[in-house]
Nanobody, 126 residues
Framework: QVVLVESGGGSVQAGDSLRLSCVAS????????MGWFRQAPGLEREFVAA????????VYADSVKGRFTISRDDAKNRVTLQMNGLTPDDTAKYYC???????????????????WGQGTQVTVSS
């Protein structure tokens, strides 16, 4: 069992930055692929970014590529999503996820992740 707790969400203006953090407890953090997903009201949960177990490879959704950066610190059991150049389209609840499956070459699937946090809200106004 892994418990994931997100933090760092908030309400910002377009063009601003936010830094989301997710701290894990329970099983060995280093054994998981870590990811971020988001879900806006009425829409399905969508992939944002993921990072490999070793931390040497990351994949991003096309919509956030070049603006968002995912990183992990295994010593602190923490994964971070740095979000720059936020737009109203980024408004959603953001979820941290831990998965036993290896990182895909492209994209990410909900089914690859076994444990989920409760989410943190990000609201971007124009």
């Amino acid at each position: 069992q892994v418990v994931l707790v997100e933090s760092g969400g908030g309400s910002v203006q377009a063009g601003d930055s936010l830094r989301l953090s997710c701290v894990a407890s329970g099983r060995t953090f280093a054994g998981f692929t870590m990811g971020w997903f988001r879900q806006a009201p009425g829409l399905e949960r969508e992939f944002v970014a993921a990072i490999s177990r070793s931390g040497n490879r990351a994949v991003y959704a096309d919509s956030v590529k070049g603006r968002f950066t995912i990183s992990r610190d295994d010593a602190k059991n923490r994964v971070t999503l740095q979000m720059n150049g936020l737009t109203p389209d980024d408004t959603a609840k953001y979820y941290c996820a831990a998965g036993l499956a290896p990182l895909r070459a492209v994209g990410g699937e909900v089914r690859d992740f076994n444990f989920w946090g409760q989410g943190t809200q990000v609201t971007v106004s124009s």
